[in-house]
Nanobody, 115 residues
């Protein structure tokens, strides 16, 4: 199994942009990669995912504002976030999924949107 480490979170002003990274300890070429977020007291929310072949899915509420990408050579998955609003404040998690295997989760990175 690979290990995942998210980074790039922090404090950003409303209307700003942020790019999160998810670095893997090994090859991610055979994994569908995903991004989720969670606000305290709420369920973990799906944002976007990308298959090994490059097919991607973005939840309706994030289309046009968030985008997922991956660089298998760098063993890294990215989440580009634009037009951030205070409601985007949450812990953002990276996920790796492979058929017949349990999902792998990173530790999360905190994003705070505030003026």
């Amino acid at each position: 199994q690979v290990q995942l480490v998210e980074s790039g979170g922090g404090l950003v002003q409303p209307g700003g942009s942020l790019k999160l990274s998810c670095a893997a300890s090994g090859s991610i070429g055979s994994y569908t990669m995903g991004w989720y977020r969670q606000v305290p007291g709420q369920s973990r929310e799906f944002i976007a995912s990308m298959t090994p072949g490059g097919a991607f899915n973005v939840a309706d509420s994030f289309q046009g504002r968030f985008a997922i990408s991956r660089d298998n050579a760098k063993r890294t998955v990215y989440l580009k976030m634009n037009g951030l609003i205070p409601e985007d404040t949450a812990v953002y998690y990276c996920n790796a999924n492979r058929r017949s295997h349990d999902p792998i989760w990173g530790q999360g990175t905190q994003v705070a949107v505030s003026s």
